[in-house]
């Protein structure tokens, strides 16, 4: 990877991209207001189930057929993957955080070197919204890494999003949340190399237990996340 790769990818992996990833738990409030989620343990097992089930069969590969969408210009493929993703949020909190991240990813792209590319457009004109691993994967596509290096990069912002979530919501202490992290870190790099290789048939998004926490959040009484 070159040093312009690396860097560009940083940022788009960085909780301070402006996009909004912080302002999501992803229904791991509502395990904690149900004691699902109670201390250290608990959390890491909570979010290395979440990677494993959800970001490993459908995020990450749908994230690597987009790169690769986006790289020939294949507007037609963009669109499906889109349409995929949006179906199979389970709750209305789900589809709106995946359409309002993608909606300011695609603002950040519009402010770019590269905003006169004419992906950027295409990514606009997706209905209803841009999903968020659409953008993301337009977006590095922009840095030059290869698809394998996105999904690493989107698999880390995520576990460095859902970590921060879980030191607020738990609570728990910035070295507990470090031990999650490394944890999180060391589990991503097979599953995100596995992600390449899942094809349309094989991809899938089924986390019943997911559905049902984040469909709690949406009516919880006290809450810090918008999900």
């Known amino acids: 990877m070159s040093p312009a790769a690396l860097l560009g990818l940083l940022r ?94 695609l603002e950040w792209l519009r402010r770019q070197p590269t905003a006169d590319d004419p992906r950027v457009a295409l990514l606009a004109e997706l209905a209803p919204a841009p999903s ?32 921060q979530a879980a030191l607020k919501a738990v609570p728990l202490g910035q070295s507990a949340g470090q031990r999650i992290l490394t944890r999180l870190a060391q589990e991503l790099v097979p599953l995100a190399q596995a992600a390449l290789t899942i094809d349309d048939e094989h991809r899938q998004a ?3 237990g997911l559905a049902i926490a984040s469909s709690q959040h949406e009516t919880q009484y006290s809450r810090l996340f918008r999900s």
């Open 12 to 105: 788009l992996a960085s909780p301070a991209l402006p996009v909004g990833g912080f302002s999501y738990s992803e229904a791991l409030e509502a395990a904690v207001e149900h004691a699902a989620v109670h201390d250290e343990a608990s959390a890491a097992q909570w979010l290395s189930d979440q990677l494993h089930l959800t970001q490993a069969r459908a995020e990450l590969p749908l994230l690597a057929a987009a790169h690769a969408a986006w790289q020939q210009h294949d507007a037609a493929r963009i669109a499906e993957l889109n349409a995929w993703l949006l179906a199979t949020r389970e709750s209305a909190e789900l589809r709106a955080q995946t359409e309002q991240m993608g909606r300011s990813m």
């Open 132 to 163: 968020w691993p659409i953008a993301f994967a337009l977006a590095a596509v922009h840095t030059g890494a290869s698809k394998h290096e996105a999904a690493l990069a989107f698999g880390f912002g995520w576990a460095e999003n859902q970590v």
């Open 206 to 208: 089924f986390a019943p």
